[in-house]
């Protein structure tokens, strides 16, 4: 059986994430298979510097990161997932990338060295079953 939470409870362990992260994490961009949790990871395509704030508090168990500037990709491949830092590079979160529903979205998912990339939403959500 799974376990529902409390609103309030969705709502602090999202909170808890920008905590983390802190002022200006790093959200990096990478091809491949998603290593295990916080695991060792590959190439990065492209990084973002998330601002200062990196969201406003969590509503519906739902977090809604502030959205970056565009950067530009550094290494061309295909963009699977995401890793989510400090902006020293301590590990926060790996979240799923692509240019429709996920953790992240961006507005191409092939990244190529120079072309600029933007993330176009960004939404973490702490469901209940």
Not at 31 to 53: D, E, N
Not at 105 to 128: D, F, H, P, Q
């Given at each position: 059986?799974?376990?529902?939470?409390?609103?309030?409870?969705?709502?602090?362990?999202?909170?808890a994430i920008s905590s983390a992260a802190t002022s200006n994490a790093l959200?990096?961009?990478?091809a491949g298979?998603?290593?295990?949790?916080?695991?060792?990871?590959?190439?990065?395509?492209?990084?973002?510097?998330m601002s200062s704030s990196f969201a406003p508090p969590a509503t519906?168990?739902?977090?809604?990161?502030?959205?970056?500037v565009a950067t530009t990709g550094v290494f061309?491949?295909?963009?699977?997932?995401?890793?989510?830092?400090?902006?020293s590079g301590v590990f926060v979160a790996d979240m799923s990338v692509s240019t429709a529903a996920a953790d992240i979205t961006l507005n191409t998912n092939v990244i190529?060295?120079?072309?600029a990339v933007s993330m176009t939403s960004a939404r973490i959500t702490e469901?209940?079953?």
């Amino acid at each position: 059986m799974t376990i529902g939470y409390a609103t309030t409870l969705r709502n602090a362990r999202m909170d808890a994430i920008s905590s983390a992260a802190t002022s200006n994490a790093l959200i990096s961009i990478y091809a491949g298979s998603r290593p295990a949790t916080g695991g060792a990871s590959t190439v990065v395509l492209a990084q973002f510097t998330m601002s200062s704030s990196f969201a406003p508090p969590a509503t519906s168990g739902v977090l809604l990161p502030n959205l970056p500037v565009a950067t530009t990709g550094v290494f061309a491949s295909t963009a699977t997932w995401a890793r989510l830092t400090t902006s020293s590079g301590v590990f926060v979160a790996d979240m799923s990338v692509s240019t429709a529903a996920a953790d992240i979205t961006l507005n191409t998912n092939v990244i190529t060295v120079g072309v600029a990339v933007s993330m176009t939403s960004a939404r973490i959500t702490e469901g209940n079953p």
